[in-house]
C-alpha cells in the first residue's frame, strides 16, 4: 500500500518485490559471480522469483564493467528497473521505491549497493501482521513463530534507525490509513519525493498475478477500520500465545496488550500441537508456493 502511494509521486517508479538483489549481493560477497555485466543480467533473468513477478524479460544492455562488482551490480539493477519503468510507463524516473519486506534486514548490503537510499521501516500491530501472514504460503505458519518473526524483524529496523538516523524513518501503519495526507507529507520531505494528493490511494503497482490474492487491497483508499480488523481474525488464545513471546515489544512499540501474560501459560500440549501444524502448513505452503511461481512463470512464457 505504501509502495503504491509513493509510486505515485512525480519522479518515482515503484516496482515488484526484488529480493533477487539480496541474492544477487550474496553471490557478489562469496565471489560466485564475475564482475562482468551479462552475469549480473543472467543472474536476475534466471532467478524465478524475478521471472513470475517482474514479468518482463530484461536486455543485456549494459556492456562494459566498472571494474568493481557492486557497482556494476547497481548500474545493471537501475537498467532493469528502467526497463520496467518503460513497459509501465512510468519514464522517465528520478527515485525507485522498492517495497520489499526483507530490506529492513539487509540495510548494510543495501547502502553499499546505493550509497543515497532512503528507508522507511513501517511498523504495525504485530497480531495485525500474523492475521495477515498466517493464511499465506510464506512466512511463519503458527502464531507462535508469528510472535517471533515480528520481534524480530521490527527488531533489525529499530537498530537500523539507531545506527542510520539520517537515512531511516520509522513510520507506523495505523498514522498511514488514519491520517494518510499527513504521513505521506512526512515520507515524502524524508524521501526528497513531492507529496501531492494522488498518493494517497495511489495506485501505482500493477498487482501481478503471482501476490494478486494478498495485495487485494493494495490501490485502495486507506481504511482506519484494518487497524482492528485482526481481532475479529485471532482467537483469544491466538492472542495470548502471541502476547506470550511479543507482549513486551508490543509495549514498546506503543501498543496494549490485551491478555494477561500469566493467565493461561503456554504448556507444552501447546508446543505439541503448534509444531505439528506448523510442520503440516510448512509442506502444503512449499507445494503452493513451488505450483503458484510455476504459474506464473508459465503465464508470462
Known amino acids: 500500500m505504501l509502495g503504491s502511494a509513493l509510486g505515485a509521486a512525480d519522479g518515482a517508479i515503484v516496482t515488484h518485490e526484488s529480493h533477487f538483489k539480496i541474492a544477487l549481493l550474496q553471490n557478489i560477497e562469496s565471489n560466485r559471480i564475475d564482475s562482468s555485466a551479462a552475469s549480473i543480467y ?35 539493477l537501475f537498467d532493469i528497473v528502467e526497463q520496467y519503468a518503460t513497459v509501465v510507463g512510468r519514464a522517465p524516473w528520478s527515485v525507485w521505491v522498492d517495497h520489499s519486506p526483507n530490506n529492513v534486514r539487509h540495510i548494510c548490503d543495501l ?17 495485525a501482521i500474523a492475521a495477515s501472514v498466517l493464511p499465506l504460503d510464506w ?31 520509522r513510520v507506523r501503519y495505523e498514522d498511514l490509513v488514519s491520517d494518510p495526507e499527513t504521513t505521506l507529507g512526512r515520507i515524502c520531505e524524508f524521501v526528497g519525493l513531492p507529496f501531492s494528493q494522488k498518493m494517497v490511494g495511489g495506485n501505482a503497482l500493477a498487482i501481478p498475478s503471482y501476490t494478486k490474492k494478498q495485495h487485494l487491497l493494495v490501490g485502495s ?54 509444531g505439528l501444524r506448523s510442520a503440516i502448513r510448512t509442506l502444503a505452503n512449499r507445494r503452493k508456493m513451488r505450483a503458484r511461481t510455476a504459474k506464473a512463470i508459465e503465464t508470462r512464457a
Open 42 to 76: 543472467d543472474f536476475v533473468a534466471r532467478n524465478p522469483k524475478f521471472k513470475a513477478v517482474w514479468q518482463i524479460s530484461p536486455t543485456a544492455r549494459i556492456s562494459e564493467s566498472s571494474g568493481r562488482t557492486i557497482e556494476t551490480a547497481r548500474q545493471v
Open 111 to 127: 547502502l553499499a549497493l546505493c550509497p543515497d537510499a532512503k528507508f522507511i521501516h513501517l511498523v504495525r500491530d504485530g497480531r
Open 221 to 274: 483508499a486507506p481504511d482506519p477500520r484494518r487497524i482492528s480488523a485482526w481481532r475479529a481474525k485471532l482467537s483469544n488464545r491466538e492472542v495470548e500465545l502471541f502476547e506470550h513471546h511479543a507482549g513486551d515489544m508490543l509495549k514498546i512499540l506503543g501498543y496494549d496488550r490485551i491478555s494477561c501474560p500469566w493467565e493461561h501459560p503456554l504448556t507444552n500440549l501447546d508446543k505439541v500441537l503448534l
Open 139 to 169: 512466512g511463519p505458519n503458527d502464531i507462535l513463530s508469528a510472535g517471533k518473526w515480528w520481534v524480530e524483524q521490527v527488531g533489525h529496523g529499530c537498530a537500523a534507525e539507531l545506527r542510520f538516523p539520517d537515512r531511516v524513518i
